[in-house]
């Protein structure tokens, strides 16, 4: 929605998310009138027991908050983590993250298939390996070289038995998941010019959405009725 305004400057889009109580109201048609006259640069709107949040940016100084002789961030002493997405990009760098905070079991899902483990230093040195396999293994043997074990699959999410069999088999090796980030996804292919939400065809969008939300619900399946993830 707020892209669609940000590309199309003349169209005023707004994504207005409402409970039963708001859908009941006798004046539901001025109210919406109300949402579509009202500043535009609010696009998304909350209405909850009959208040109407909208989100804002509050400028704060990051001295007040930031004590950078402190981690940000914690992780459990030999912690398990999964990583969706885990084999690339922010993902990858978010698994060196946690192997250099002292997490000691990584589980990383990607698409590409990877050598086994056992020829990451031969394959990286290897002209047959592609730069975008290359530049992986060197990230991963970094990540093991802090103290990390790594764990690899390659396939999508939404292809559940096999992630759950994955799943299944990190967690009987690493006795409990600690914490799990999502960061599957796929970069829009835009070369076609089709930057636009509008232009976008429904094979474009399904890509996107395939890792990001119908994945989610692989990963939630994957994962239901187990133990209480705690960071
Ligand atoms: N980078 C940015 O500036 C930025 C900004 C906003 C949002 N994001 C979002 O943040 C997420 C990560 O971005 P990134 O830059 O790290 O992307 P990236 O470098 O392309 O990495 C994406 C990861 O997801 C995996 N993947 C791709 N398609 C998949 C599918 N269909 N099913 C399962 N896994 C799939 C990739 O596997 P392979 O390694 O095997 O290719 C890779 O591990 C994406 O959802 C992206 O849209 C990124």
């Not at 760098?93 to 990607?110: D, Q």
């Not at 890792?211 to 989610?216: E, I, N, Q, R, V």
Request: proline content about 4%; charged content about 25%; aromatic content about 6%.
């Amino acid at each position: 929605m707020r892209m669609l305004s940000a590309e199309y400057n003349h169209v005023h889009a707004k994504c207005i998310d409402v409970d039963s109580e708001f859908l009941a109201s006798p004046s539901l048609s001025l109210r919406v009138a109300a949402e579509a006259l009202a500043a535009v640069e609010e696009t998304e709107i909350c209405y909850r027991d009959g208040h109407r949040f909208a989100p804002y940016l509050q400028s704060r100084r990051l001295a007040e908050r930031i004590d950078s002789s402190q981690p940000q961030f914690s992780v459990r002493p030999n912690g398990a983590y999964v990583i969706t997405g885990g084999t690339n990009g922010i993902g990858l760098e978010i698994a060196a993250y946690l192997a250099s905070l002292g997490a000691k079991h990584l589980a990383l899902t990607g698409i590409t298939p990877l050598p086994s483990q056992d020829q990451w230093p031969s394959a990286l040195k290897s002209n047959e390996t592609s730069m975008y396999v290359r530049r992986k293994l060197e990230k991963l043997l970094q990540i093991q070289s802090m103290g990390a074990s790594i764990e690899i699959h390659c396939g999508r999410l939404t292809e559940k038995k096999r992630l759950s069999a994955f799943l299944a088999g990190f967690r009987a090796k690493v006795g409990k998941i600690h914490g799990i980030v999502h960061s599957a996804g796929c970069t829009p292919d835009n070369s076609n010019g089709r930057f636009a939400f509008i232009n976008k065809s429904q094979e474009d969008l399904q890509r996107v959405f395939e890792p990001k939300a119908d994945g989610l619900e692989g990963l939630h399946e994957a994962l239901s009725g187990k133990s209480r993830i705690s960071l």
